[in-house]
């Protein structure tokens, strides 16, 4: 792969309503790496040129120096890797694998214990999404809370965005602008984050306010995109 010191040649193959796509956005954009944009239509069958790219046919796909990178947390990763900055410490530096374990423990927690319960949430109906919603928030408060102890306002104390933010950051866009569109989540999320989980509350507002986070978020046309997949996914049930 490309050495440090030069440019490298990134594509970047996304879709801007895509939250896995938008975490490579995030990591290019902090790192201050050139890329070019290709977008994939997702609304039709993949065509045989991007399925030569991405077999599995998802977005995002990185072409990094003509090495083709799939899986956005990889791909996070890998970019974080081959370009040290504030994003992360290495694990040779003092303490460094013990902050990446940490920061590492942070971003499987939002993906196993609360994302499962945002998207519960936003697939169940009338009563139900109110009472998946309360689950939702509960895990925040349980799990995700006590992690963001110390931040200030980023993971770890950190004044910069690190790798957490990166690969949460289009996740907590949804989470503070959903509840304001009734067929996604309810309202009442937002009131029970900021009285019961003032440490995320605090941070996620740090976090969407990040010109890297919010540079292609379109709140109106992810809602529009996220509702319709929503009522195509629950009609079929
Ligand atoms: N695990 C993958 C998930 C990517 C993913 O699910 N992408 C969706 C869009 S958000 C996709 O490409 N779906 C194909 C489709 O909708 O046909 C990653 O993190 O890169």
Redesign the pocket.
Known sequence: MGSNAEAPKITLYT?H?????H?SQIVLRELGLEFETVI?D?TVP?TPEYLAINP?????ALEYNGRIL????L?AQFLVDAHPSHLSKTSSEPGGALWRYQANFFVDTYFSKVQPLFNSTLSAKGEAKEIEGTKFTDAIVKEIEPLLADAAPFFGGSSRLTIAEVQTGSFILRVLSFPKYEALLPKSVLPTLESKAPNFWKWAHAVVAEKSVNAIWDEKNVAEKTTARIQKITAAK
């Not at 599995?56 to 995002?60: A, D, E, S, T, Y």
């Open positions: 879709a309503q895509c939250p896995w796509a975490r994939i997702l993949r599995r046919g998802l977005v995002p799939t899986e956005s947390g791909i």
